[in-house]
């Protein structure tokens, strides 16, 4: 049973925009942030934002004003709102939560911005 389950990726043009969802197993406990990174062919993954159970956030400076995440706690799940696309947030995004000193990790979604 995955314990990650994103989706919301997809192919959109440039400015366009896309929300991604991940939802979180009722099997992870004590979730003490979610978050979202990404990792385009040939690069290293990367941050891209994530959010604490207080709901204080962390943004990558590249996606800082047109990248929104937020989370709904009673449904452990996160989201991100990502507008004004632009060919380079091309990559797979994967969702992330950590809890109990450990990584959670989702399968990954595509996401493709044509230019």
């Known amino acids: 049973q995955a314990q990650l389950v994103e989706s919301g990726g997809g192919l959109v043009q440039a400015g366009g925009s896309l929300r991604l969802s991940c939802a979180a197993s009722?099997?992870?406990?004590?979730?003490?942030?979610m978050g979202w990174y990404r990792q385009a062919p040939g690069k290293q993954r990367e941050l891209v934002a994530t959010i604490n159970s207080f709901g204080n956030t962390i943004y990558a400076t590249s996606v800082k004003g047109h990248f929104t995440i937020s989370r709904d706690n009673a449904k452990n799940t996160v989201y991100l709102q990502m507008n004004s696309l632009k060919p380079e947030d091309t990559a797979v995004y994967f969702c992330?939560?950590?809890?109990?000193?450990?990584?959670?990790w989702g399968q990954g979604t595509q996401v493709t911005v044509s230019s």
């Open positions: 009722t099997s992870i406990f004590n979730i003490e942030a």
């Open positions: 992330n939560a950590k809890a109990n000193f450990y990584d959670y």
